[in-house]
């Protein structure tokens, strides 16, 4: 028995369990962390990665369509297909690829001490690798969801580079199956790439690895090796042709049309960025961490004056490399290592300066290194054992520190406004996160704060518009949204904004003129086209709205506003089954859409189901506390389990919410009455109608409680200013034409019905009280006309026709006679 392929493997599996429990412990409160940032557009906005079956077609699809990281993708489609958008499963996967990682570490740096010798292999390995992992800064690459593609690329990376080191050492001596080593090598290699482009430099690498621990630092071999290098090259070379297309020096130029540093500035930025870097790993306090830096911008090399200090220390660092690589080789190929990762994204690429996460992979052999350098120049083997288990537990604690910050969105922008106050991007999101939050009034501070520190910075004049538009204020909305597009035409979220604008404003015309133009730029925008068929639906075109909504659905099947607009539509036709079946697709697609549960449980309310719809209204506010509309359909529910409190309680929220919602005030009052407070509701709905003295449902609502309070004037009063201001009131009418008809002003009444019988004319009770009105003003044909219109629309209350005095003065007619004979024999 090989007892030494027993310890090693006891060894690894030891490492492999402290790794996960360390991992799991000081992650385990990211596991609801939302997704921020980034995420939005690579995972929440991405139609690609929505996988709603599990398939050859699909997978392929999730892993070649519209991307360059198809393996990240691939892993994002898969967690969507499992999770949909419950962030859970997405920090599972995170976390799992964090600990492979950190194992692949292990088991690379062990191998590594092994070619130099190390007896103490094990040891330095396993210590190496828990440092890594519960380094702090790296939370930036396991807690930001959309950084799985550096982690990820990091996995592959190592792996191929253990692989390699494998075959090799069966090559060396003389076992069998070290071609199918090289030839997984490969395929790792190539899924680092497909995770991120940041992997292009694995070819080097194993160049380099090879060299230094296998070659022992041979100057010939390199020299004999000019085609592998050359080889290595030209992947290199291809695979940065590839990203960046047909025309590279075009397309890294345009990067810096986004950016406000030219690529000269960003050259000699980027050695200071690396000695933050440098810092970070080794102090990676959660006060010096930030997701987004505003780092000063080097404009010559002496301003600011540390840019020299850091190019001639980076120069000085190499040299290192180069002094040590005989005695200290595991150190010399730590530098190089660090080096080497960081070329692509701290070079002349136009990327943003400074990125956390871009040094997942460069620490790897840094944290290797100097783990290896305590233990070997501090004698004293409790004392470095333990100094490194006290840093280890310090970074532990310092990375669930951090981790909370990441684990509440407004949390994470503010301590980014913090560190980066004038930067308008943080000013802007820690708007956003607080209107997701429900407060509205300090997301519109935000917004305001980010377009004062850059007004050429379109993100919040479209945020702060599209809040406008959820608070019932599309006036102030338009102007921003116009100039969002003023400042940037192609900015196309603000075209879908200012088109609901304009239509919130009854300029329809408008509406669909942008709607147009946005189609014109990009003519599969699906936010705009479902925007289109919203207008549509409210000009009462269902049919072709019904079109655009299942166009939409065509292209992306989880759009969940598509999907509750075709349930609009259904509802109205009726087809409450269907309407149903569209609700709870859009509930099983998105959980958290808290308008879709709102349209589910307003229905189940309406159908009969007030349990079942009182659950989908509770998970409505809870993802939507500020949900005004829900909590109106709370406060009815309550009202009707008579549970008056409760209603008040939800109708006051909405109240505060949406000051101009006037269904709320009206079954506030109605709620009051409910508990006798008539004379209270009265006086509140008096005083929210002088507030808004144009709004006629306050005014009739006002009227209908002077009604039954007995104060007929004041009602007749009500009614009469709410028809100046909505002509086709039909309740007003009615009940002025009631109060009339009690009055005896028997003329006017007969006027109120005769409007009533325009806008509503296949109503039969109009008919029937007209027919009472002028039969008791002796009006004998209009009498007769309307009572047959009556019976015509389908009156059929023949006793009341027999027995109401009112038709007494028309009962002797013989055309009054063959009515009621023609009636009772159709019966």
């Keep these: 028995m090989n007892l030494s392929f027993l310890r090693h493997r006891w060894q690894a599996g030891a490492v492999l369990i402290l790794l996960a429990a360390t991992a799991v412990l000081i992650y385990s409160n990211t596991l609801t962390a939302p997704f921020t940032f980034d995420?939005?557009?690579?995972?929440?906005?991405?139609?690609?990665?929505?996988?709603?079956?599990?398939?050859?077609?699909?997978?392929?699809?999730?892993?070649?369509?519209?991307?360059?990281?198809?393996v990240a993708s691939l892993t994002f489609a898969l967690n969507y297909y499992f999770h949909g958008y419950d962030v859970t499963g997405y920090h599972v996967v995170n976390i799992a690829i964090h600990i492979l990682a950190g194992f692949l570490m292990f088991l690379v740096v062990r191998h590594t001490l092994g070619l130099t010798g190390n007896e103490k292999k094990e040891l330095i390995a396993a210590l190496a690798a828990l440092v890594w992992l519960v380094n702090p800064v790296h939370t930036q690459s396991v807690t930001y969801i959309v950084q799985r593609m550096t982690a990820l690329a990091t996995l592959f990376f190592l792996f191929a580079l253990y692989l390699y080191i494998k075959g090799r050492l069966r090559q060396r001596t003389g076992r069998p199956l070290g071609i199918l080593f090289f030839a997984l090598c490969g395929l790792s290699g190539i899924l680092a790439v497909l995770s991120k482009q940041i992997a292009a430099t694995l070819p080097f690498f194993v160049l380099v690895y090879e060299w230094y621990f296998f070659q022992d630092l041979d100057r010939a071999w390199i020299k004999q090796q000019a085609k592998w290098i050359g080889g290595a090259v030209f992947i290199i070379g291809a695979l940065?042709?590839?990203?960046?297309?047909?025309?590279?020096?075009?397309?890294?130029?345009?990067?810096?049309?986004?950016?406000?540093?030219?690529?000269?500035?960003?050259?000699?930025?980027?050695?200071?960025?690396?000695?933050?870097?440098?810092?970070?790993?080794?102090?990676?306090?959660?006060?010096?961490?930030?997701?987004?830096?505003?780092?000063?911008?080097?404009?010559?090399?002496?301003d600011p004056f540390t840019t020299l200090v850091s190019i001639l220390g980076l120069i000085a660092l190499l040299?290192?490399?180069?002094?040590?690589?005989?005695?200290?080789?595991?150190?010399?190929?730590?530098?190089?290592?660090?080096?080497?990762?960081?070329?692509?994204?701290?070079?002349?690429?136009?990327?943003?300066?400074?990125?956390?996460?871009?040094?997942?992979?460069?620490?790897?052999?840094?944290?290797?290194?100097?783990?290896?350098?305590?233990?070997?120049?501090?004698?004293?083997r409790p004392l470095v054992i333990g100094f490194l288990c006290a840093v280890t537990m310090i970074f532990g604690c310092w990375t669930f520190q951090r981790n909370t910050i990441w684990a509440d969105d407004t949390a994470l922008w503010r301590d980014v406004t913090e560190k980066s106050p004038n930067l308008a991007r943080p000013w802007n999101n820690l708007g956003l996160a607080l209107k997701n939050q429900g407060q509205t009034d300090q997301a519109m501070a935000m917004y305001n704060r980010a377009i004062e520190i850059d007004p050429g910075y379109i993100h919040p004049y479209n945020n702060l518009g599209a809040l406008f538009l959820e608070t019932g204020q599309p006036e102030k909305a338009r102007p921003l949204l116009e100039k969002a597009i003023e400042t940037d035409p192609l900015f196309m979220m603000a075209y879908s904004n200012l088109a609901i604008a304009c239509h919130r404003l009854g300029d329809s015309e408008a509406a669909m003129a942008w709607c147009e133009k946005g189609l014109q730029i990009s003519p599969n925008d699906l936010e705009i086209q479902n925007t289109l068929g919203v207008i549509l639906l409210a000009q009462r075109r269902e049919q072709e709205a019904a079109v655009l909504f299942e166009a939409v659905l065509q292209k992306d099947p989880g759009h969940t506003e598509a999907l509750m607009n075709l349930a609009l539509i259904a509802d109205k036709q009726g087809d409450r089954e269907k309407t149903a079946a569209l609700l709870e697709k859009a509930i099983r697609l998105d959980p958290a859409s808290a308008e879709a549960r709102y349209h589910l449980g307003e229905l189940l309310a309406r159908t009969g189901n007030p349990d079942n719809a009182m659950a989908q209204l509770e998970q409505a506010l809870h993802l939507k506390p500020d949900h005004a509309l829900a909590h109106n359909a709370m406060g009815n529910l309550w009202l009707q389990a008579g549970k008056t409190d409760r209603a008040i309680d939800h109708y006051q929220k909405a109240i505060a919410i949406d000051p101009g919602f006037a269904a709320a005030h009206t079954n506030l009052a109605d709620a009051l009455v409910r508990t006798g407070k008539i004379d209270s509701a009265l006086h509140y709905l008096e005083t929210v109608a002088a507030s808004r003295p144009d709004d006629a449902g306050l005014l009739l609502k006002t009227g209908i409680l002077h009604q039954q309070n007995g104060n007929l004037p004041a009602a007749e009063n009500l009614y009469q200013k709410a028809l100046s201001i909505d002509p086709g009131c039909t309740a007003c009418l009615n009940r002025l034409g009631m109060i009339h008809a009690q009055a005896g002003r028997l003329d006017k009444a007969a006027g109120c019905f005769e409007e009533l019988a325009l806008l509503v004319p296949d109503n039969p009770v109009i008919h029937y009280n007209l027919a009472c009105l002028y039969a008791r003003q002796n009006e004998v044909e209009p009498a007769l006309t309307n009572l047959k219109k009556a019976l015509d629309t389908g009156y059929d209350n023949l006793e009341q026709i027999r027995t109401d005095r009112d038709l007494d003065n028309i009962r002797d007619t013989g055309f009054y006679k063959d009515l009621v004979r023609v009636k009772e024999q159709g019966q």
């Design 39 to 70: 995420d939005g557009h690579n995972i929440l906005d991405n139609l690609n990665i929505r996988m709603t079956g599990l398939s050859i077609d699909s997978l392929i699809d999730a892993a070649t369509v519209q991307t360059r990281r198809p």
């Design 240 to 302: 940065a042709a590839i990203y960046l297309g047909a025309s590279p020096i075009e397309k890294i130029m345009a990067m810096y049309d986004s950016q406000d540093f030219t690529m000269g500035q960003r050259l000699l930025t980027e050695p200071r960025v690396i000695f933050l870097y440098l810092s970070l790993l080794f102090f990676p306090y959660p006060a010096r961490l930030n997701l987004d830096y505003d780092f000063p911008v080097s404009v010559s090399l002496i």
């Design 319 to 380: 040299g290192a490399a180069v002094v040590t690589a005989k005695r200290q080789r595991l150190v010399s190929f730590a530098i190089v290592w660090f080096c080497g990762n960081l070329v692509i994204e701290s070079s002349f690429i136009g990327l943003a300066l400074v990125f956390e996460h871009r040094t997942y992979l460069p620490s790897v052999f840094v944290v290797a290194a100097l783990v290896w350098a305590a233990i070997t120049y501090i004698r004293h």
